[in-house]
T-cell receptor, first 115, second 114 residues
Framework: AQSVAQPEDQVNVAEGNPLTVKCTYS??????LFWYVQYPNRGLQFLLKYITGDNLVKGSYGFEAEFNKSQTSFHLKKPSALVSDSALYFC?????????????WGAGTKLIIKP | DSGVTQTPKHLITATGQRVTLRCSPR?????VYWYQQSLDQGLQFLIQYYNGEERAKGNILERFSAQQFPDLHSELNLSSLELGDSALYFC?????????????FGPGTRLLVL
């Protein structure tokens, strides 16, 4: 069965420091992996995705994520955090060979950037 | 702005009532997804439609139903409402629902059942 885990409910980072939001997944075959961000009282916004190719994926707002097949991880990173990055972050996965088009979502990680 | 619109933004109703949530996908998108986000259960996939046909079903209650119309807008009908149905309901759309596609989310409808 497919699953995705975001092991941290909350991550606290000082402004200007690098940030990492963790995501691990489990699928039978190869994964499609996504990161979304949700600001308060807003819908989810797409940040980036891994489909195939380069393991380092660059996305919106200076975020990037690295696909690590051996560790089944897709951690979200940013070199220098901004207070405006404070939001709820969701990781999602889908098995490439799964005929069900449903994305499996993580529980979300609240990112708090302190000035 | 993702291009996905949802109405209404807020809805307050009583237990036992029925409501309809509406979603218009991005121009050119054929696939629509419905999600429920509650405080204690995160983001739950409800149902997906592609070009008017149901494609995938998630954790959707029997009291809930949805459809996608010929103009591709979609409606989610929630009936016999219970307190526990209070949540944010999101609609998302993508071009054709293929595996690697990005889903683009609307701003959501906040439902409060009293």
């Amino acid at each position: 069965a497919q699953s995705v885990a975001q092991p941290e409910d909350q991550v606290n980072v000082a402004e200007g420091n690098p940030l990492t939001v963790k995501c691990t997944y489990s699928v039978s075959g190869n994964p499609y992996l996504f990161w979304y961000v949700q600001y308060p009282n807003r819908g989810l916004q797409f940040l980036l995705k891994y489909i195939t190719g380069d393991n380092l994926v660059k996305g919106s707002y200076g975020f990037e994520a690295e696909f690590n097949k051996s560790q089944t991880s897709f951690h979200l990173k940013k070199p220098s955090a901004l207070v405006s990055d404070s939001a709820l972050y969701f990781c999602a996965v889908r098995d490439v060979m799964d005929s069900n088009y449903q994305l499996i979502w993580g529980a979300g990680t609240k990112l708090i950037i302190k000035p | 702005d993702s291009g996905v619109t949802q109405t209404p933004k807020h809805l307050i109703t009583a237990t036992g009532q029925r409501v309809t949530l509406r979603c218009s996908p991005r121009s050119g998108d054929l696939s629509v997804y419905w999600y429920q986000q509650s405080l204690d259960q995160g983001l739950q996939f409800l149902i997906q439609y592609y070009n008017g046909e149901e494609r995938a079903k998630g954790n959707i209650l029997e009291r809930f139903s949805a459809q996608q119309f010929p103009d591709l807008h979609s409606e989610l009908n929630l009936s016999s409402l219970e307190l526990g149905d209070s949540a944010l309901y999101f609609c998302a759309s993508s071009v054709d629902g293929a595996s690697g596609e990005t889903q683009y989310f609307g701003p959501g409808t906040r439902l409060l059942v009293l």
